[in-house]
């Protein structure tokens, strides 16, 4: 090891370039991940997997991680990458549903208690909440039933494919 500038240590393999980026041990994992689905799949035989395991766990640089994968179709990173976005999505629009679902509930228990103080202190007893709460209401049935029907439309279409 030297001492680059006499700030950092280089801890560069030699054949790493100099603005090779660094790599995190999610980016190995995610490395691990497509190369187990390579061997799979059948493009790697096991002495060569085994191989590659090691060069991933040691990794430092991008260039080293991107070396193993090189050989490998596309396909592979492509499909992990869209079945991640997929579910990152139906995660989101769940949470989407969830924090309208509860804006929703703090804002009916805050329209009730404002008209129970305004009733006893007017003794006027319209029930005046029902209407902003059934309108809301069904702006979040709204919501909730398509967000639903298409998670679980495609919790099915996955079970279904693993099972076939």
């Known amino acids: 090891m030297s001492i680059d500038s006499g700030t950092a240590l280089?801890?560069?393999?030699?054949?790493?370039?100099?603005?090779?980026?660094r790599v995190g041990a999610a980016e190995r994992d995610r490395a691990v991940e497509l190369l187990g689905?390579?061997?799979?799949?059948?493009?790697?035989?096991k002495e060569e997997f085994d191989e590659r395991l090691d060069v991933a766990a040691r990794a430092r640089h991008r260039t080293e991680l991107d070396?193993?994968?090189?050989?490998?179709?596309?396909?592979?990173?492509?499909?992990?990458?869209?079945?991640?976005?997929?579910?990152?999505?139906?995660?989101?629009?769940?949470l989407g549903v969830r924090i309208h679902a509860g804006v929703y509930a703090g804002t009916s228990l805050l329209m009730v208690v404002v008209w129970l103080v305004v009733g006893r202190a007017t003794d006027f007893w319209y029930p005046w909440p029902i209407w902003p709460i059934l309108g809301w209401?069904?702006?979040?049935?709204?919501?909730?039933?398509?967000?639903?029907l298409a998670t679980r439309a495609r919790e099915r279409r996955e079970t279904s494919k693993s099972i076939a």
Do not use: E
């Open 10 to 21: 280089d801890s560069r393999p030699a054949g790493a370039p100099a603005a090779a980026p």
């Open 37 to 45: 689905d390579a061997f799979g799949a059948g493009y790697l035989t």
């Open 67 to 94: 070396a193993l994968l090189a050989d490998l179709p596309p396909k592979l990173r492509t499909s992990r990458d869209r079945a991640r976005r997929r579910a990152r999505k139906a995660r989101a629009a769940r």
């Open 137 to 148: 209401g069904v702006g979040l049935l709204g919501h909730a039933i398509p967000v639903t």
